[in-house]
């Protein structure tokens, strides 16, 4: 007897896990901006930005002949995407710099903290790369590798740095510097007064060695109170040192600017550094039409490499606003070349519109079907055939990796209590928005017992300020339910579905309005059109991420 209440129970057990699954057979994703809608030759032209959606604060270095470059990703698992590339312009990712909870703890931190301005360097006399950069809940920290197809080591922290946004230069006799953003010695002047520290690194013992010395105070032309200079990085290029630094903040007023100090000089004396007479060296703040095509805002953290013909090149990131201050895209990355003049380098002229389509002749042009595409306009379909998870998907803070299975042509997860307004591990799978105008669909089964079950897509710009379309139960019948988040929750749309039936989803966007629809047999309905989604904006919402497009499930039963 006893033998069989327990299989019961088990029985039972299984049943109700199960029955908190979500199935999701496959996810279909489409992007159709104008801007984009260009006719190009792809071995001497190329579009931007060169990576579509949320991939802001990038970082590029070379190694031989090839090149690769690095992300932010704030609270998403796993974290730092990196791309291999072998002329700057066809990127393919290879995965992730952290990849391992040990690399990237992120228990309750905001979707906008996590890591911050990740910086890749390969250092010539050692022969590794070295990645860098700050988790808001662990500090500074680095990684390195002899090769980035084949894993990172553990994080080195670097508790010595009190700031953000480090990154390494290697000098042509092997030593090694850190610059990173910090506070102001005595004190800041004013509200976003900051600083650029150096410390000394030790390549053999992997550390800091001594103290920092404070090189730049406040930013460029401080009789103008500059705010937030930061995203440093420091070269030797010719017979000088260049010290260049984003400034002005993320949004609209966002620049990039540059110092530069002889070679025979001391990088670490502040009394080296000169200020290029040109700055910003970048920047769409003043001075362009504000109706011009194909509008971009907030250039500016930016880093440069040089290619195999001895062009210098920028990838900086920037946002394609539809409207005002707002765009929903978040920061993507943008490439251009550089120019020189009287040693001072510049990568866009003032008052020029950063152009969309870019001259680069020789490109090794790549068959769109045998890649995967990051900018223009693209689709493709998911449907969960391998046993290894596309590297487009992201998890929220670190996964519960049993509550998800794929491989066998369908996703399913297993609901968690954490829904998306909680700073949880959610039972969620993440891709990025990558166009202003796209569509994004689903099939999910999903048999909810309470009124706090849903399952369905969701829009996520942060805890607060989303989306979620999904099954649910309302008075104790299932219906589809769009709920819009923007401090408070409501609901904007509902409608009755059969409780055990497949429900298809489907969401329109166009700039600012996005549209919603549903089918339970071969003919969509329309839920909602013309929803207000300038929630899903940075300049709304706060925060640093682009909107992504989540597979989400939700219980209030474990």
């Known amino acids: 007897m006893k033998k069989l209440f327990l299989s019961t129970a088990v029985a039972l057990a299984a049943l109700t896990a199960a029955a908190q699954e979500a199935s999701f057979s496959y996810f279909k994703y ?12 792809e071995r001497n032209e190329y579009l931007n930005p060169i990576l579509a959606g949320f991939y802001p604060d990038p970082s590029v270095c070379r190694a031989g002949d090839k090149f690769y470059l690095v992300n932010s990703s704030f609270s998403f698992y796993p974290g730092v995407p990196i791309f291999e590339s072998d002329d700057l312009v066809n990127w393919r990712q290879l995965g992730h ?13 905001h979707v906008s903290g996590g890591i911050f301005a990740p910086a890749i360097t390969y250092n010539e006399k050692n022969k590794t790369f070295y990645m860098i950069t700050t988790n808001v809940g662990m500090g500074n920290f680095f990684v390195k590798t002899k090769d980035p197809r084949k894993g990172w080591s ?19 006799n092997g030593q090694g510097y850190i610059v990173h953003n910090g506070p102001v010695d005595g004190g800041a002047d004013y509200e976003g007064q900051r600083a650029i520290r150096i410390f000394k690194f030790d390549t053999k013992g992997d550390s800091i060695v001594g103290t920092y010395r404070q090189i730049v105070r406040g930013g460029t032309h401080v009789e103008a109170k500059p705010i937030w200079i930061e995203g440093p990085h420091l070269y030797r290029i010719g017979k000088y040192y260049y010290l260049m630094c984003a400034e002005g903040g993320t949004g609209d007023w966002h620049s990039e600017v540059i110092l ?30 504000p109706n011009r095509q194909d509008i971009v805002t907030s250039t500016g953290h930016a880093d440069l490499v040089q290619d195999k013909q001895g062009q210098w090149w920028a990838v900086f990131l920037g946002c394609r606003a539809y409207e005002g201050p707002f765009y929903n895209t978040g920061r993507d990355t943008y490439m251009l070349p550089v120019t020189w ?14 152009p969309t389509v870019v001259s680069k002749p020789g490109l090794d042009r790549i068959p769109t079907t045998a890649k995967e595409r990051l900018t223009g306009n693209f689709s493709y379909t998911e449907q969960f055939d391998s046993p290894d998870l596309n590297p487009r998907w992201l998890f929220l803070r670190n996964p519960e ?3 998800y299975h794929w491989g066998d042509g369908k996703l399913t997860i297993r609901a968690s209590a954490a829904d998306i307004s909680q700073l949880e591990s959610l039972s969620a799978l993440f891709c990025r928005q990558q166009h202003t105008t796209f569509t994004a669909e689903t099939e999910v089964r999903f048999v909810p017992k309470s009124e706090n079950d849903v399952a369905g897509l969701a829009l996520l710009q942060n805890e607060h300020y989303n989306f979620v379309l999904g099954k649910t139960l309302v008075g104790g019948r299932a219906r589809v339910v769009l709920t819009r988040a923007e401090r408070d929750k409501v609901v904007v749309g509902s409608a009755p579905v059969e409780l055990n039936a497949p429900l298809r989803l489907k969401i329109e966007g166009d700039g600012r309005y996005y549209s919603f629809y549903y089918a339970t047999d071969g003919e969509w309905h329309t839920l909602a059109t013309g929803v207000d989604a300038v929630n899903l904006s940075t300049s709304r919402s706060g925060g640093f991420i682009g909107a992504c497009i989540g597979l989400y499930a939700c219980s209030a039963k474990q």
Request: hydrophobic residues 35%.
């Open 260 to 289: 530069r100090a002889s070679v025979k000089s001391d990088p670490m004396d502040p009394a080296s550094w000169e200020e290029c007479p040109n700055n910003p060296i970048l920047t769409q703040r003043t001075g362009v039409d």
């Open 30 to 41: 489409a992007g159709n901006d104008a801007r984009f809608n260009k006719t190009i030759d």
């Open 154 to 172: 553990e994080p080195v922290l670097l508790p010595q740095i009190d700031g953000i946004d480090p990154s390494f230069f290697f000098d042509k």
């Open 97 to 109: 710099v952290l990849d391992r909870p040990s690399q990237l703890p992120l228990a309750r931190q």
């Open 341 to 354: 003049k009287d040693g001072w380098p510049e990568i866009l002229e003032k008052g020029k519109a950063l």
């Open 401 to 403: 990796m049993d509550r």
